[in-house]
Nanobody, 117 residues
Framework: QVQFVESGGTLVQTGGSLRLSCAVSGITFSDDTIGWYRQAPGRRREFVASISPISIREYADSVKGRFTISRDNGRNTMYMQMNSLKPEDTAIYYC???????????WGQGTQVTVTS
């Protein structure tokens, strides 16, 4: 059974940095394009960034130049370095395979990021 465990979220001031981690089990991690998604209060879950098995990266326009996604296939873990954080980055952050996200399934608990102004 696939499982995603997100961690690293916390309260941070505007302009600060955080590094999120996503531990994945139950899939052949190195074969999948995986991504970060977020859901702010009262809003739908949205795409943030993704990374393919050969490390081709895509980003939402709102985070380009500030967030960097990476993966460690040996540890079945994905990361996201978040710099220059803004209050509008406040959300619960989730990881998932892009394929699962499109089917809206297998979501984990997420990790809360709160950016204070």
């Amino acid at each position: 059974q696939v499982q995603f465990v997100e961690s690293g979220g916390t309260l941070v001031q505007t302009g600060g940095s955080l590094r999120l981690s996503c531990a994945v089990s139950g899939i052949t991690f190195s074969d999948d394009t995986i991504g970060w998604y977020r859901q702010a209060p009262g809003r739908r879950r949205e795409f943030v960034a993704s990374i393919s098995p050969i490390s081709i990266r895509e980003y939402a326009d709102s985070v380009k130049g500030r967030f960097t996604i990476s993966r460690d296939n040996g540890r079945n873990t994905m990361y996201m370095q978040m710099n220059s954080l803004k209050p509008e980055d406040t959300a619960i952050y989730y990881c998932n395979t892009v394929a699962n996200a499109a089917l809206n399934r297998d979501w984990g608990q997420g990790t809360q990021v709160t950016v204070t102004s």
